[in-house]
């Protein structure tokens, strides 16, 4: 493992919510801001549609124009569901912070751009709804990013995010004020944004932060794997989050088992997590090593935004300085609660029904109120 920087963290006894001189507690880096227009597909049309299934891979505009062409004219409308389309605000950092802020009451903010369009109105207010500080975003003249989410029969998801290089926080940008004060930096692993994520993660260490990682898709983990690997050899990522498919590809192994992942994992990172669907997750910090297995759904409506929720809960756990075992509970309770709706936003109904399973496992529903800056119930 590399040097690095140490990051403080509260693993004796847990931290405040909505402490640090008024900073976030948890800062999210997206360099772009992200609109989301998710539509539930069958097998048919996704095999009309370039790249693998299940991923994640950028597209150019024209090709993400040929998509919301190709939704428009195959899926029919329904009683329930008008529009072939649900549009929100998304991304993985958004979905994590987001999570932290509304479900869980952790005062968050995030770090990026957004166009002086409809989507990117529609991304920042949709962050300011939940209290979260959006005063590191930054106003460009352009368009915001777009990702068009295709849900199939079996809840799994495939993603074709279309990036704007003229809308997005650049490296020389960042200062260390967007970071000073605040305790965790979220970041989702993107070789076009690899120059602004080892100046966020330089930036961070220097102000004492601990630094979160999440693998982001198997696509990306396999055509750039060497500058990942070269990211976790620093010794800077205390978390790695990572599902099944992305350990398989990091490891460049088609039959791995679990531990064998998460041992290469923590090799790098002070805790490592491997979700395996609906058979739960793995994580280790040091010698401890703690199993969970799945919570909720046994088959999900959509798996957008699952792993982006588990990560909320996760952080959450070791925040208020949960055993690595409550942290794992934690995160499938909240992981749980996004696969019963479209999209990576949780509804009010699903934070209600997270609740009611934390509380049956044993775990401590936590406390927000209407006036907290951290979110609201």
């Not at 931290?15 to 948890?26: K, N, Q």
């Not at 095999?47 to 040929?66: D, M, Q, R, T």
């Not at 198997?218 to 790695?240: A, H, Q, T």
């Not at 990572?242 to 992942?261: H, W």
Request: proline share 3%; with cysteine; glycine share 10%.
């Amino acid at each position: 493992m590399g040097a690095g920087f140490q990051c403080k963290t509260d693993e004796d006894g847990g931290a405040s919510l909505t402490e640090s001189y008024g900073a976030p507690v948890v800062v999210g880096l997206q360099p772009s801001a992200l609109v989301d227009h998710i539509a539930t597909v069958d097998l048919s049309l996704l095999s009309l549609i370039p790249g693998e299934c299940g991923g994640s891979f950028p597209v150019e505009a024209e090709e993400l124009k040929h998509i919301l062409n190709k939704i428009n004219a195959y899926v029919l409308p329904t009683p329930e569901n008008m529009s072939p389309l649900k549009t929100i605000a998304g991304g993985s950092v958004a979905n994590t912070i987001r999570g932290l802020a509304a479900g869980f009451g952790v005062h968050c903010g995030i770090i990026g751009a957004y166009g002086n369009d409809q989507q990117g109105k529609l991304f920042s207010n949709n962050m300011s709804s939940y209290k979260v500080d959006i005063s590191r975003l930054r106003l460009k003249n352009g368009h915001t990013a777009q990702c068009v989410c295709m849900v199939d029969e079996y809840g799994n998801r495939t993603m074709r995010p279309c990036l704007s290089s003229a809308v997005k926080v650049q490296a020389d940008e960042l200062k260390r004020e967007d970071f000073k004060g605040s305790k965790w930096l979220v970041l989702r692993y993107a070789i076009q944004n690899l120059d602004v994520i080892k100046t966020a993660i330089h930036m961070a260490k220097q102000e004492g932060l601990c630094v979160s990682l999440d693998l982001a898709s198997f696509e990306m983990v396999r055509k750039f794997r060497l500058p990942l690997i070269e990211l976790l050899e620093s010794g800077n990522i205390d978390l790695c989050f990572a599902n099944e498919d992305e350990a398989k590809q990091l490891l460049s192994e088609e039959d791995i088992n679990p531990e064998a992942a998460i041992g290469f994992l923590a090799q790098y990172c002070r805790w490592a997590v491997i979700t395996l669907g609906q058979n739960g997750c793995i994580a280790l910090h040091g010698k401890e090593v703690a199993r969970v297995g799945a919570i909720g759904e046994t088959k999900a409506k959509d798996a957008t935004g699952a792993g982006d929720l588990f990560a909320s809960g996760f952080l959450y756990g070791l925040i208020k300085g949960l055993s690595l075992e409550e942290c794992c509970r934690v995160g499938s309770c909240s992981g749980g609660s996004v696969v019963r709706e479209l999209g990576g936003e949780v509804t009010p109904l699903n934070w209600l029904w997270m609740y009611k399973q934390m509380l049956s496992h044993g775990l401590a529903v936590p406390s927000l109120s209407s006036t907290s800056e951290s979110g609201d119930s």
